[in-house]
């Protein structure tokens, strides 16, 4: 049997980020304004690192390069998942992603993002942007150009434990005062379509409007999705989605729970509590990697968790 892989994040500092991710999670942060914690990432813009066992002092990403096995024998050059957390202090940019074909002809051959969210926590009457009101690619491209942002952007409500689907092509945006899980095809893709004018360093931010008017599908269909849920003894595990890229499941477990995830592999974040995964400790906060190969999972506790595999 192979062995958990723990992970020790990367912190990224923005222009709208804030300090909950220490006072929520007690991470070491950079700043008062650190953004994002890239929790499981194998990307050159933010490498994890293996912190104990068999492979510590390894990146993610020579892991995969070096022992596939781990990774059920999946192909493929990247990595496909990135998992983060997101704290959003202030409104993010109103943005867009390319799929994979858009991004492979016009990145540098990168991935395109698909992703999705888990509402970690939101302040009381919170509200996200997700999709908008133009009626056809023209009068995407009109709104945009002449600024009718009001008009633009559509606005949904949210609360705590909501999960959405952003497809590429998906106009959205992160409102102030949300923290989110975000979990996403290994991509680092964003183009912003308005950012309220803000500068940074003195210069207003680097827009990407053509590319933004390029890929954004029009007319906007609200995307759907049919939650599944499955009770345990002493678990409730809630399927969000499974898509082409990958399966998101929140787990609530409150004592002892078996579990054979049946995967290529599965990344694990511990979003509440604390417990055991076959007598290793773990709170809140901790992220690992269940390799394929491991077996059945022998966990305790009181503790929420949110797990993701890839799609073979």
């Known amino acids: 049997m192979s062995e958990i892989l723990w992970i020790t994040p990367v912190f990224v500092e923005m222009i709208w980020g804030g300090e909950r991710l220490h006072t929520e999670f007690g991470y070491t942060i950079p700043s008062d304004h650190t ?11 933010g490498n994890c690192m293996i912190t104990s066992g068999t492979y510590e002092g390894y990146s993610l990403s020579r892991l995969w390069e070096e022992h596939r096995e781990l990774f059920g024998g ?32 016009h990145e540098h051959g990168s991935l395109g993002k698909t ?3 888990y509402i970690l926590d939101c302040e009381a009457d919170s509200q996200i942007v997700i999709g908008h009101h133009a009626k056809s690619k023209t009068e995407v491209e009109e709104m945009i150009t002449e600024k009718r942002w009001d008009d633009f952007i559509r606005v949904v409500p949210i609360k705590k434990g909501d999960f959405f689907q952003i497809d590429p ?6 409102k102030g005062g949300t923290l989110i899980l975000e979990t996403q095809q290994n991509s680092d893709i964003t183009y912003r379509v308005y950012d309220y004018d803000r500068l940074s360093d003195g210069k207003l931010r680097q827009l990407h409007v053509q590319q933004s008017i ?14 599944q849920v499955i009770s345990y003894p ?18 609530r477990v409150f004592g002892e729970f078996t579990q054979d995830f049946q995967a290529p592999f599965t990344n694990v974040s511990i979003i509440e509590g604390e417990g055991r995964i076959d007598g290793t400790a773990f709170q809140k906060g901790q992220h690992f ?11 305790e506790g009181d503790f929420a968790m949110i797990c993701s595999n890839p799609q073979a």
């Open 214 to 227: 390029d890929t954004i599908v029009a007319p906007f269909v609200e995307e759907t999705h049919s939650t």
């Open 115 to 117: 992703e999705c969210w």
């Open 74 to 105: 999946m192909k493929g050059a990247q990595f496909p998942l990135l998992v983060k957390i997101i704290d959003a202090k202030t409104d993010l940019s109103i943005q867009v992603h390319p799929d994979d074909a858009y991004a492979a002809l």
């Open 169 to 174: 092509g998906c106009v959205h945006a992160i």
């Open 289 to 299: 990697i269940i390799p394929g190969d491991y077996g059945t999972c022998h966990f």
């Open 35 to 45: 953004g994002e914690c890239w929790a499981i990432s194998a990307h050159p813009n």
């Open 234 to 251: 002493h678990a409730v595990c809630t399927n969000y989605i499974r898509c082409a890229f990958y399966c998101v499941d929140h787990y």
